[in-house]
């Protein structure tokens, strides 16, 4: 199942430089995850400063 970024974030962009398959993106006040290209890893989430990211 996915990630997903949650209203915690900060829009920091920590988490998107580290994605290794580019399926974060900056959305409308928060970053946003891409389902159909996460690929699980977890990367996204150990880097979140605000621990905003979690498996959906």
Do not use: F, L, R
Request: charged share 20%; aromatic share 4%.
């Amino acid at each position: 199942m996915a990630y997903v970024i949650s209203d915690e974030c900060v829009s920091c962009g920590a988490c998107e430089g580290e994605c290794p398959v580019s399926a974060i993106s900056e959305g409308d006040g928060k970053y946003v995850i891409d389902a159909d290209t996460c690929i699980d890893c977890g990367t996204c989430a150990g880097v979140c400063p605000n621990e905003a990211i979690s498996e959906g």
